[in-house]
């Protein structure tokens, strides 16, 4: 059973950087796609970015595009979230997904996700 699991949130001043990490536990993680997604009270998560199974396909939403950065450490079986300029609407649950593809590209699509971690916090405020 592939278990995913998320580290890094807190609390950071507007304009601040965060690095979000995603561990997986229990498979090698090449057959698989990441996805980082944000979820905010009352809404559905929102795929804000995600990485191929090799790490040569990266996507981003809009409103993450430009400062997010996404990487992988297939050896390290980790996947990290580099957050920059970060604003106050960045603020919410940050969760990660894995799918099973078996080609080189990734979705941002939350029913897609084969498995779920159980998310870590990100609070930006002053």
């Known amino acids: 059973q592939l278990q995913l699991v998320e580290s890094g949130g807190g609390l950071v001043q507007p304009g601040g950087s965060l690095r979000l990490s995603c561990e997986i536990v229990?498979?090698?993680?090449?057959?698989?796609?990441i996805a980082w997604f944000r979820q905010t009270p009352g809404k559905e998560p929102e795929g804000i970015s995600c990485?191929?199974?090799?790490?040569?396909?990266?996507d981003y939403a809009a409103s993450v595009k430009g400062r997010f950065s996404i990487s992988r450490d297939n050896a390290k079986n980790t996947i990290d979230l580099r957050m920059n300029s970060l604003k106050p609407q960045d603020t919410g649950v940050y969760y990660c997904?894995?799918?099973?593809?078996?080609?080189?590209?990734?979705?941002?699509?939350?029913?897609?996700?084969?498995?779920w971690g159980k998310g870590t916090q990100v609070t930006v405020s002053s």
């Open positions: 990485i191929s199974n090799t790490g040569a396909l990266t």
């Open positions: 229990g498979f090698t993680e090449g057959d698989y796609a």
């Open positions: 997904g894995a799918e099973r593809r078996f080609d080189s590209r990734c979705s941002r699509v939350r029913t897609d996700m084969n498995y």
